[in-house]
């Protein structure tokens, strides 16, 4: 090791030597140059186009009219024109005027990407890098970055799994990279890992998102890039005479994005029920009559309630109907008192402008998303300055700080947790009234002639009993308030036009403070006089680097050499308590609770010190090759295994360039890139993966320990080594780009649970045993059909297909772990489950398939559950995800849709079964399927016969796996943006009114489940997609 | 750049000499929530942390609501057996239906295994390691003798559960028997039949006996093992073996200095260890409540017991006299919703909802003295023992003309011991069928009994009794049936391939 970091030294004193070199100087020359640029097609002027010298930081931009005007000092310069959606144009910076016309293109090559540790020219990059860019965001009414990113950069999985606002979408890039440790990306913002919460970053302060997708682009990033890295640029001041002030204000409103599963009537429920009871009771062995009679009995004392009032005292006759006569009093919604159309509002303002030596861009922005889950919500203030100066000819400083607040108000709305407020509606039968009723259906009135909110004490407990959320959650609290503070500042030091060092730090700063109250005057607090859970967490991650970067044309050779060396500090530090009987009603603080239940906390420090470095080298605008290496030390190993390093090639040939190709002109870009590297993943989930462990566990006041974790002094990262390799083709002017990449992603050394006999006290030991492989390809197609002077379309296509396959397990024997399997060939997301056999159709019998000596399927059946086979169903992975882009703009008008889709994959719905019940769970809603339970005349089903013992029917099997595939429209804007003569006249330069629509429609095939799930394949009782209408204007001055 | 001075060059430079002097030390971390096994088995007192938080995890882990810990256990052999008629409600409506526990699949399966391995390679630990530490030798025999009595009660839960009586067939295989601390290298170990798990069960007890001889526990402890535990569980172990004497003598070693309680503390609602009766238990607190919520399946009268599902079978209230102190804890219920079933008040929550988890009272070493002399022939010893505990409880002494002895005390094991967890364990170590009837008359009609509701109200309603009276396959119920066997998990038949 010792030496490792001896040589590395020795690489950043060669790269410092190369500093002190004399720099070879042009005498400098001031010249301005000046024009206006225009549309190419329409003429009209476009603002806000940046102009700069080629190879240096600060430039300016277009006014609104379009003109520009540049200081230029080099004798040989280029100037360079770019705007989003359109062509890059470059000039030679001759003294005068220089008017400029920009094409629109579907793809632009000389965009500048931001890419790890600098930027680069979108043409010039060998690796594998898609890009979002500001405006892509812009028209969405997303209160959380990370589900923005859903179908729009092939390769890039986003999945919501909850509608929560304020909850984070799993973004995974080109399949699952890990199977034990994590598989998120590396969120990269403004030039530095980001150890922030990704929900504090206002969308509309986003300049361009960069995804890092292989080894050539992100192994850069060393042990932290293997699940690739999501780099976050938000946006800087353009010099310009005037700031620019941008104000955006949308209003409107939530709703569930699908309608849940469909319930039983209160009628078909009580004949039902009592055909179970009927079917217990004939299998206890009782007559048929008294079978029959004692079911009718019981009926309304297994429900704890009669809603057909006392008239009817036994409402299911001895022939299992309804009795003639009796009608159901109430059929009370939960969802009526529990949900609610949500109100969304979001204002943002923004200040930006600058001039040749410096540049900011401040902005502030208020969202309030109130969910459609009463007491559920997320609001968020935020603030960002960015500011650039150049201090001196040779030293660049910069200072960027965000700073957010965000309160996210979160009653339980996942788990199966009787609190929760989504599954609350989905288990609790309209014939449970909400409001307390009398015998004959009317309301129960209190003194002051109010309605009683119905706590339901005789309510089985599939019912939920003595819970009414509409009537606690008001009193109750369930915050989470985090503050959230992100500094960014450099010196960069220009020590020549061709080498810059740059010393960068960063600290992310988050305090999350969560107050969960339970009141004591009504509800589940009433037994215990309510309770309070107050936890604080601190999160600070600092990240110092210093890089140098040397860059340099000779003739036709092109090198960009950069070193440098970087340290993370990261630490976690929390504490929570609990406490109990509140003294006095309408406090909510642990200080007025006084039964001490829990005080509880620790810390946690991770680190890491990072040694890099990156060589490109371009010949002729023709052949590009990279090479990069990074070495990472991390804490969370052992002192022998502690370092790794990462690695990358990469080359690309621009065969357009090539002098055979020169003259077609319809041909406007021909490139192949190909990739390959190894990048490391040492995000195990465990801080300290190494030592053997007990956990502390105390008791009864006196110190407990207990073991946690054998030692495992071997473990080390994880690697993944990554080929990519693609064409790029763009064609008639721009017009069409295609870019299509196959990758080959082998994890190695994988992270594994080894598993052991639950006997021997464990489950499992972690070992790096095992590969897996995500192939795949990535395909972009960007086209613009039209492009007039009144009309332009653009037409986006991405989508991408991978196949997950495990190429070698740790042991001989397949590993199981749930209801997945991981086996030699299968996927990561493979699920293992019996196979439904149907219903016994001579007794209704829930059946499954048995599996013989050697685990295969037979023909033989069994209605014991645990006797069933386990088989391999098929994955949770979907086979081709994507999404479809529409751009039309007419004269002022423009409409902006996103559809996104992910076809293939199965999910395991474990939220209907709650309503499939045999009739164990009496109180408990039934889904209208029930009515298709086996009876001695409805022999051909595939629900079984009703009874009150458990039959075990619903336990996780083929029966309820269901296709995934869906097709969603994420977005859809309309927006009218008003003439600019009219405008200026009121002092305004642009305002644009739009209507916006979020998950507007879905296409899916099981109705009542969302099928935006997790990637497992699995439901949760989640929080559902919610459907967001609304209204805005933008307006600059 | 003739601007950039040398110094900044040496400012710069040493900007980086300073990072990579100056983390690199920086790498080693610690975990503040966990400690590492060589730090812990270095001395005596850090060993008794294992000992400690063993206990805590065997009470205190939750599964599920419905396996709040080893409380779940015994709720588990209750629900299974004849006297308690669970309701509908959530928790253990399935192990009643016999639907649950030899379903290899299910939760509850996973749980128990887990949790008994998980105390035994805790204990193994603690045998194993506690000689090489520094302490004195009463310190580790303390140690080694409370290790010992812990794994024996896991071995003993193992043997009574997981297979039929050792009285039927002491060479069936039952579950793996491992002494020593598991490492990654320890392989999955197949089953040990009755007789071994017995001989490893009697050896550490009686080892663990002689190691706590010295042993004064503070009467507050009741949740650390002594000698009278160890004496108990062994007690156990041979009335399951039938080594009868050796069972007597054992429970009346156990008992000694735990005198029965009176009427009042029998109407306190079995929920704290202060009770002098109690010889071992498992104490709650405000911040270790875990166990507790086995009340709200016990408690059927407290309004802070969530689902009450404990009810009793309305024939149970017949074996009981007028007089007897126990009959006074019957009671009709007559709220919303629970109308007509039978509430046996015997387990009331504390006030702030926690309750004490009662593993060992000396009544059940009287009755185990009782048929240990009775079936080895002591006809006098055991009817004094029986005796002891009825006049106890005030209820009719024993004659001849009662009818068999040892029946006898059976009977007065199911009515003493009610939802103490004996239920299921006592039908296989006897090989005796469950015996359930619904409430029904005899034109098989609901029987009608009288409540009074909360406002005071008399009312005549359906009784309420057992549900499942048959198995599952429609079978009525026998002696030695595999439903009433706990199944070995599926995920350890997966990953044990010697098992």
């Given at each position: 090791?010792?030496?490792?970091?001896?040589?590395?030294?020795?690489?950043?004193?060669?790269?410092?030597?190369?500093?002190?070199?004399?720099?070879?100087?042009?005498?400098a020359?001031?010249r301005v140059?000046?024009?206006?640029?225009?549309?190419?097609?329409?003429?009209?002027?476009?603002?806000g186009?940046?102009?700069?010298?080629?190879?240096?930081?600060?430039?300016?931009?277009?006014q609104?009219?379009?003109?520009?005007?540049?200081?230029?000092?080099?004798?040989?310069?280029?100037?360079?024109?770019s705007?989003?959606?359109?062509g890059?144009?470059?000039?030679?910076?001759?003294?005068?005027?220089?008017?400029?016309?920009?094409?629109?293109?579907?793809?632009?090559?000389?965009?500048?990407?931001?890419?790890?540790?600098?930027?680069?020219?979108?043409?010039?990059?060998?690796?594998?890098?898609?890009?979002?860019?500001?405006?892509?965001?812009?028209?969405?009414?997303?209160?959380n970055l990370?589900?923005?990113?859903?179908?729009?950069v092939?390769?890039?999985q986003?999945?919501?799994?909850?509608?929560?606002?304020?909850?984070?979408?799993?973004?995974?890039?080109?399949?699952?990279?890990?199977?034990?440790?994590?598989?998120?990306?590396?969120?990269?913002?403004?030039?530095?890992?980001?150890?922030?919460?990704?929900?504090?970053?206002?969308?509309n302060?986003?300049?361009?998102?960069?995804?890092?997708?292989?080894?050539?682009?992100?192994?850069?990033?060393?042990?932290?890039?293997?699940?690739?890295?999501?780099?976050?640029?938000?946006?800087?001041?353009?010099?310009?005479?005037?700031?620019?002030i941008?104000?955006?204000?949308?209003?409107?409103?939530?709703?569930?994005?699908?309608?849940?599963?469909k319930?039983?009537?209160?009628?078909?429920?009580?004949?039902?029920?009592?055909?179970?009871?009927?079917?217990?009771?004939?299998?206890?062995?009782?007559?048929?009559?008294?079978?029959?009679?004692?079911?009718?009995?019981?009926?309304?004392?297994?429900?704890?309630?009669n809603?057909?009032?006392?008239?009817f005292p036994e409402?299911?006759?001895?022939?299992g109907?309804?009795?003639?006569?009796?009608?159901?009093?109430?059929?009370d919604?939960?969802?009526?008192?529990?949900?609610?159309?949500?109100?969304r509002?979001q204002?943002?303002?923004?200040?930006?402008?600058?001039?040749?030596?410096?540049?900011?861009?401040?902005?502030g922005?208020?969202?309030?998303?109130?969910?459609?889950?009463?007491?559920?919500g997320f609001?968020?203030?935020?603030?960002?300055?960015?500011?650039?100066?150049?201090?001196?000819?040779?030293?660049?400083?910069?200072?960027?700080?965000?700073?957010?607040?965000?309160?996210?108000?979160f009653?339980?709305?996942?788990?199966?947790?009787?609190?929760?407020?989504?599954n609350f509606?989905?288990?609790?039968?309209?014939?449970?009234?909400?409001?307390?009723?009398?015998?004959?259906?009317?309301y129960?009135l209190?003194a002051?002639?109010?309605?009683?909110?119905?706590?339901?004490?005789?309510?089985?407990?599939?019912?939920i009993?003595?819970?009414?959320?509409?009537?606690?959650?008001?009193?109750?609290?369930?915050?989470?308030?985090?503050?959230?503070?992100?500094?960014?500042?450099?010196?960069?030091?220009?020590?020549?036009?061709?080498?810059?060092?740059?010393?960068?730090?960063?600290?992310?700063?988050?305090?999350?403070?969560?107050?969960?109250?339970?009141?004591p005057?009504?509800?589940?607090?009433?037994?215990?006089?309510?309770?309070?859970?107050?936890?604080?967490?601190?999160?600070?991650?600092?990240?110092?680097?210093?890089i140098?970067?040397?860059?340099?044309?000779?003739?036709?050779?092109?090198?960009?050499?950069?070193?440098?060396?970087?340290f993370?500090?990261?630490?976690?530090?929390?504490?929570?308590?609990?406490r109990?009987?509140?003294?006095?009603?309408?406090?909510?603080?642990?200080?007025?609770?006084?039964?001490?239940?829990?005080?509880?906390?620790?810390?946690q420090?991770?680190?890491?010190?990072?040694?890099?470095?990156?060589?490109?080298?371009?010949?002729?605008?023709?052949?590009?090759?990279?090479?990069?290496?990074?070495?990472?030390g991390?804490?969370?190993?052992?002192?022998?295994?502690?370092?790794?390093?990462?690695?990358?090639?990469?080359?690309?040939w621009?065969?357009?360039?090539?002098?055979?190709?020169?003259?077609?002109?319809?041909?406007?870009?021909?490139t192949?890139?190909a990739?390959?590297?190894?990048?490391g993943?040492?995000?195990?989930?465990?801080?300290?993966?190494?030592?053997?462990?007990?956990?502390?566990?105390?008791?009864?006041?006196?110190?407990?320990?207990?073991?946690?974790?054998?030692?495992?002094?071997?473990l080390?990262?994880?690697?993944?080594?990554?080929?990519?390799?693609?064409?790029?083709?763009?064609?008639?002017?721009?017009?069409?780009?295609?870019?299509?990449?196959?990758?080959?992603?082998?994890?190695?050394?994988?992270?594994f649970?080894?598993?052991?006999?639950?006997?021997?006290?464990?489950?499992?030991y972690d070992?790096?045993?095992?590969?897996?492989?995500?192939?795949?390809?990535?395909v972009?197609?960007?086209?613009?059909?039209?492009?007039?002077e009144?009309?332009?379309?653009?037409?986006?296509?991405?989508?991408?297909?991978?196949?997950?396959?495990?190429?070698?397990?740790?042991?001989?024997?397949?590993?199981i772990?749930?209801n997945?399997?991981?086996?030699?060939?299968g996927?990561?997301?493979?699920?293992?489950?019996?196979?439904?056999?149907?219903?016994?159709?001579?007794?209704?019998?829930?059946?499954?398939?048995?599996a013989?000596?050697?685990?295969?399927?037979?023909?033989e059946?069994?209605?014991?559950?645990?006797d069933?086979?386990?088989?391999?169903?098929?994955?949770?992975?979907?086979?081709?995800?994507?999404?479809?882009?529409?751009n039309?703009?007419?004269?002022?008008?423009?409409?902006?849709?996103?559809?996104?889709?992910?076809?293939?994959?199965?999910?395991?719905?474990?939220?209907y079964?709650?309503?499939?019940?045999?009739?164990?769970?009496?109180?408990?809603?039934?889904?209208?399927?029930?009515?298709?339970?086996?009876?001695?005349?409805?022999?051909?089903?595939?629900?079984?016969?009703?009874?009150?013992?458990?039959?075990n029917?619903?336990?996780?099997?083929?029966?309820?796996?269901?296709?995934g595939?869906?097709?969603?429209?994420?977005?859809?804007?309309v927006?009218?943006?008003f003439?600019?003569?009219?405008?200026?006249?009121?002092?305004?330069?642009?305002?644009?009114?739009?209507?916006?629509?979020?998950?507007?429609?879905?296409?899916?095939?099981?109705?009542?489940?969302?099928?935006?799930?997790?990637?497992?394949?699995?439901?949760?009782?989640?929080?559902?997609?919610?459907?967001?209408?609304?209204?805005?204007?933008?307006?600059?001055? | 750049?003739?601007?950039?001075?040398?110094?900044?060059k040496?400012?710069?430079?040493?900007?980086?000499?300073l990072?990579?002097?100056g983390?690199?030390?920086?790498?080693?971390?610690?975990?503040?929530?966990?400690?590492?096994?060589?730090?812990?088995?270095?001395?005596?007192?850090?060993?008794?942390?294992?000992?400690?938080?063993?206990?805590?995890?065997?009470n205190?882990?939750?599964f599920?609501?419905?396996?709040?810990?080893?409380?779940?256990?015994?709720?588990?052999?209750?629900?299974?057996?004849?006297?308690?008629?669970?309701?509908?409600?959530?928790?253990?409506?399935?192990?009643?239906?016999f639907?649950?526990?030899f379903?290899r699949?299910?939760?509850?399966v996973?749980?128990?295994?887990?949790?008994?391995?998980?105390?035994?390679?805790?204990?193994?630990?603690?045998?194993?390691k506690?000689?090489?530490?520094?302490?004195?030798r009463?310190?580790?025999?303390?140690?080694?003798?409370?290790?010992k009595?812990?794994?024996?009660?896991?071995?003993?839960n193992?043997?009574?559960?997981?297979?039929?009586?050792?009285?039927?067939?002491?060479?069936?295989?039952?579950?793996?028997?491992?002494?020593?601390?598991?490492?990654?290298?320890?392989?999955g170990?197949?089953?040990?039949?009755?007789?071994?798990?017995?001989?490893?069960?009697?050896?550490?007890?009686?080892?663990?006996?002689?190691?706590?001889?010295?042993?004064n526990?503070?009467?507050?402890?009741?949740?650390?093992?002594?000698?009278?535990?160890?004496?108990?569980?062994?007690?156990?172990?041979?009335?399951?073996?039938?080594?009868?004497?050796?069972?007597?003598?054992?429970?009346?070693?156990?008992?000694?200095?735990f005198?029965?309680?009176?009427?009042?503390?029998?109407?306190?609602?079995?929920?704290?260890?202060?009770?002098?009766?109690?010889?071992?238990?498992?104490?709650?607190?405000?911040?270790?409540?875990?166990?507790?919520?086995?009340?709200?399946?016990?408690?059927v009268?407290?309004?802070?017991?969530?689902?009450?599902?404990?009810?009793?079978?309305?024939f149970?209230?017949?074996?009981?006299?007028?007089?007897?102190?126990?009959?006074?804890?019957?009671?009709?219920?007559?709220?919303?919703?629970?109308?007509g079933?039978?509430?046996?008040?015997?387990?009331?929550f504390?006030?702030?909802?926690?309750?004490?988890?009662?593993?060992?009272?000396?009544?059940e070493?009287?009755?185990?003295?009782?048929?240990?002399?009775?079936?080895?022939?002591q006809?006098?010893?055991?009817?004094?023992?029986?005796?002891?505990?009825?006049?106890?409880r005030?209820?009719?002494?024993?004659?001849?003309?009662?009818?068999?002895?040892?029946e006898?005390?059976?009977?007065?094991?199911?009515?003493?011991?009610?939802g103490?967890?004996?239920?299921?364990?006592?039908?296989?170590?006897?090989?005796?069928s469950?015996?359930?009837?619904?409430?029904?008359?005899?034109?098989?009609?609901?029987?009608k009994?009288?409540?009074?509701?909360?406002?005071?109200e008399?009312?005549?309603?359906?009784?309420?009794?057992?549900?499942?009276v048959?198995?599952?396959?429609?079978?009525?119920?026998?002696?030695?049936s595999?439903?009433?066997?706990?199944?070995?998990p599926?995920?350890?038949?997966?990953?044990?391939?010697?098992?």
């Amino acid at each position: 090791m010792q030496r490792k970091l001896t040589t590395i030294s020795f690489i950043f004193s060669l790269l410092l030597a190369l500093a002190v070199l004399p720099a070879h100087r042009v005498a400098a020359q001031q010249r301005v140059v000046e024009g206006v640029i225009t549309e190419s097609l329409t003429g009209q002027p476009i603002a806000g186009v940046s102009v700069r010298v080629v190879g240096q930081q600060f430039g300016v931009s277009s006014q609104e009219d379009g003109r520009y005007r540049i200081e230029v000092k080099q004798a040989d310069a280029r100037l360079e024109f770019s705007y989003v959606g359109y062509g890059t144009v470059q000039r030679p910076a001759t003294a005068g005027r220089l008017d400029v016309a920009l094409e629109a293109a579907s793809r632009d090559l000389g965009e500048v990407v931001v890419v790890a540790y600098g930027t680069s020219r979108r043409e010039n990059i060998t690796g594998s890098v898609g890009t979002i860019n500001g405006k892509q965001l812009e028209n969405r009414q997303i209160s959380n970055l990370s589900k923005g990113l859903e179908g729009q950069v092939p390769g890039l999985q986003a999945v919501a799994a909850s509608g929560q606002p304020g909850t984070d979408a799993t973004v995974r890039i080109r399949g699952i990279g890990s199977i034990n440790a994590s598989s998120n990306p590396l969120y990269v913002v403004d030039g530095n890992p980001y150890a922030g919460d990704i929900n504090a970053i206002n969308p509309n302060d986003i300049e361009s998102i960069s995804v890092l997708k292989d080894a050539a682009s992100s192994a850069l990033y060393g042990s932290r890039g293997a699940n690739g890295v999501i780099i976050v640029t938000t946006k800087k001041g353009r010099a310009s005479d005037r700031a620019a002030i941008n104000l955006n204000v949308t209003k409107g409103i939530s709703n569930r994005a699908i309608q849940d599963y469909k319930q039983l009537s209160t009628d078909d429920y009580f004949q039902l029920y009592w055909e179970a009871l009927r079917n217990k009771n004939l299998s206890n062995g009782l007559a048929a009559d008294v079978a029959a009679r004692n079911a009718s009995a019981a009926v309304v004392t297994d429900l704890g309630i009669n809603p057909y009032g006392s008239n009817f005292p036994e409402p299911v006759g001895l022939d299992g109907r309804l009795v003639s006569g009796a009608k159901a009093l109430w059929d009370d919604s939960w969802t009526d008192v529990l949900q609610r159309t949500g109100q969304r509002l979001q204002a943002d303002l923004s200040i930006s402008g600058g001039g040749e030596k410096h540049s900011y861009f401040i902005s502030g922005g208020y969202l309030d998303d109130q969910g459609i889950a009463i007491g559920s919500g997320f609001k968020r203030y935020n603030v960002r300055a960015n500011i650039d100066t150049k201090a001196r000819e040779w030293l660049n400083a910069g200072f960027n700080v965000a700073a957010s607040s965000t309160l996210q108000q979160f009653p339980q709305s996942e788990d199966s947790n009787t609190a929760n407020i989504i599954n609350f509606t989905r288990l609790t039968p309209g014939f449970y009234p909400y409001y307390e009723r009398e015998a004959d259906g009317s309301y129960r009135l209190d003194a002051a002639g109010n309605r009683i909110w119905d706590f339901g004490e005789y309510r089985p407990s599939a019912a939920i009993p003595r819970s009414n959320l509409a009537a606690s959650l008001p009193l109750d609290k369930n915050d989470i308030q985090r503050e959230n503070a992100s500094v960014r500042t450099y010196l960069e030091a220009v020590f020549s036009d061709n080498l810059k060092f740059r010393s960068t730090y960063s600290v992310d700063y988050i305090n999350r403070n969560d107050h969960f109250y339970v009141n004591p005057s009504v509800g589940r607090g009433v037994e215990y006089l309510g309770s309070v859970n107050k936890s604080n967490v601190r999160t600070v991650g600092q990240t110092w680097n210093n890089i140098l970067t040397y860059d340099k044309q000779f003739g036709l050779h092109h090198l960009n050499v950069l070193g440098g060396q970087e340290f993370y500090s990261f630490q976690t530090t929390n504490m929570s308590g609990s406490r109990q009987r509140f003294v006095l009603p309408g406090l909510d603080e642990p200080v007025a609770a006084s039964q001490l239940n829990s005080f509880t906390g620790l810390s946690q420090d991770y680190r890491l010190l990072s040694f890099l470095g990156r060589a490109e080298y371009g010949y002729d605008n023709r052949y590009l090759l990279s090479g990069s290496i990074r070495t990472d030390g991390s804490s969370r190993f052992a002192a022998g295994t502690r370092w790794g390093t990462f690695w990358s090639l990469g080359a690309a040939w621009k065969i357009s360039n090539e002098s055979f190709l020169q003259d077609q002109s319809w041909l406007d870009q021909l490139t192949w890139r190909a990739s390959y590297g190894g990048q490391g993943n040492d995000n195990l989930g465990v801080y300290y993966a190494y030592q053997g462990l007990y956990s502390i566990l105390n008791s009864l006041g006196e110190g407990g320990t207990v073991t946690n974790r054998l030692a495992t002094p071997d473990l080390k990262w994880e690697t993944n080594l990554n080929f990519n390799t693609g064409v790029d083709v763009a064609i008639l002017k721009n017009r069409i780009a295609l870019s299509v990449e196959y990758f080959n992603r082998q994890s190695k050394d994988l992270l594994f649970t080894m598993p052991m006999a639950l006997s021997t006290g464990y489950t499992g030991y972690d070992a790096n045993i095992g590969t897996m492989r995500n192939t795949g390809i990535d395909v972009d197609i960007r086209t613009i059909p039209v492009r007039n002077e009144n009309f332009r379309w653009n037409l986006d296509l991405n989508f991408s297909h991978f196949k997950n396959r495990i190429t070698e397990l740790p042991t001989a024997n397949n590993i199981i772990r749930g209801n997945k399997m991981l086996r030699l060939g299968g996927s990561i997301y493979d699920f293992y489950l019996p196979t439904w056999a149907g219903v016994n159709p001579e007794d209704g019998s829930p059946l499954w398939y048995k599996a013989d000596a050697d685990g295969m399927q037979t023909e033989e059946t069994t209605s014991v559950y645990g006797d069933a086979g386990r088989f391999i169903q098929g994955s949770s992975l979907p086979t081709l995800v994507g999404g479809i882009t529409n751009n039309i703009t007419y004269k002022n008008f423009d409409l902006n849709a996103l559809l996104s889709f992910s076809l293939g994959g199965q999910i395991l719905d474990n939220d209907y079964i709650q309503l499939l019940s045999n009739g164990n769970n009496p109180g408990r809603a039934w889904s209208e399927e029930m009515l298709n339970r086996w009876t001695p005349e409805n022999r051909d089903t595939d629900v079984p016969r009703l009874t009150t013992d458990n039959l075990n029917w619903t336990s996780a099997s083929t029966r309820f796996l269901y296709d995934g595939s869906f097709a969603r429209l994420k977005n859809l804007s309309v927006g009218y943006t008003f003439p600019e003569a009219m405008m200026t006249r009121i002092g305004i330069s642009r305002l644009r009114v739009f209507i916006q629509g979020e998950n507007l429609f879905t296409l899916y095939k099981h109705k009542g489940m969302d099928p935006e799930q997790t990637l497992e394949g699995a439901t949760y009782f989640r929080y559902p997609a919610i459907k967001t209408f609304s209204g805005g204007v933008q307006i600059a001055l | 750049m003739n601007l950039f001075a040398k110094k900044y060059k040496i400012y710069l430079l040493s900007i980086f000499v300073l990072a990579l002097s100056g983390c690199k030390d920086q790498l080693d971390t610690m975990p503040t929530d966990a400690v590492t096994d060589t730090e812990i088995y270095k001395n005596t007192s850090n060993i008794q942390t294992v000992i400690n938080g063993t206990w805590r995890y065997l009470n205190d882990t939750y599964f599920t609501f419905a396996n709040p810990g080893y409380s779940a256990f015994m709720r588990t052999s209750d629900a299974m057996a004849n006297d308690v008629a669970v309701t509908t409600k959530y928790g253990y409506r399935d192990p009643y239906a016999f639907t649950e526990l030899f379903d290899r699949s299910t939760n509850r399966v996973n749980a128990f295994w887990t949790l008994l391995y998980k105390v035994i390679d805790n204990t193994n630990n603690v045998i194993a390691k506690t000689e090489q530490a520094e302490g004195t030798r009463e310190e580790k025999d303390l140690l080694i003798g409370q290790a010992k009595t812990l794994r024996a009660f896991a071995y003993l839960n193992f043997a009574s559960y997981y297979q039929f009586s050792y009285l039927k067939d002491k060479n069936a295989l039952t579950v793996p028997i491992y002494t020593e601390p598991s490492t990654t290298a320890t392989q999955g170990k197949p089953k040990a039949s009755l007789e071994e798990i017995y001989a490893l069960i009697t050896s550490d007890l009686t080892d663990a006996i002689t190691k706590l001889e010295g042993y004064n526990r503070p009467s507050a402890q009741k949740y650390r093992v002594d000698a009278h535990v160890a004496n108990g569980l062994l007690a156990r172990a041979y009335l399951n073996m039938g080594q009868w004497e050796l069972a007597a003598t054992a429970a009346a070693n156990a008992a000694e200095g735990f005198p029965l309680m009176n009427a009042e503390a029998y109407y306190a609602g079995f929920n704290d260890a202060q009770n002098p009766e109690w010889i071992w238990g498992h104490l709650q607190t405000t911040d270790q409540s875990t166990a507790s919520y086995t009340f709200h399946y016990l408690d059927v009268s407290s309004s802070g017991s969530f689902y009450f599902s404990f009810m009793a079978d309305p024939f149970f209230k017949d074996h009981f006299a007028p007089q007897d102190v126990r009959t006074a804890l019957f009671e009709w219920d007559g709220l919303p919703g629970r109308e007509g079933f039978l509430r046996y008040k015997k387990f009331k929550f504390k006030q702030n909802l926690i309750g004490d988890i009662v593993y060992m009272r000396s009544s059940e070493m009287w009755l185990i003295q009782a048929e240990g002399y009775a079936r080895a022939g002591q006809q006098v010893e055991a009817v004094n023992a029986l005796n002891t505990l009825r006049e106890a409880r005030n209820a009719t002494p024993y004659i001849a003309q009662e009818g068999d002895l040892v029946e006898a005390i059976l009977l007065e094991r199911r009515k003493e011991l009610w939802g103490e967890g004996f239920g299921l364990s006592d039908i296989i170590r006897n090989q005796k069928s469950v015996v359930r009837k619904s409430f029904l008359d005899d034109e098989g009609s609901p029987i009608k009994v009288t409540i009074t509701t909360p406002a005071g109200e008399q009312k005549q309603v359906n009784g309420q009794g057992h549900r499942v009276v048959r198995f599952p396959d429609g079978n009525a119920f026998e002696a030695n049936s595999r439903y009433y066997i706990f199944a070995i998990p599926l995920v350890e038949q997966q990953q044990n391939p010697n098992l």
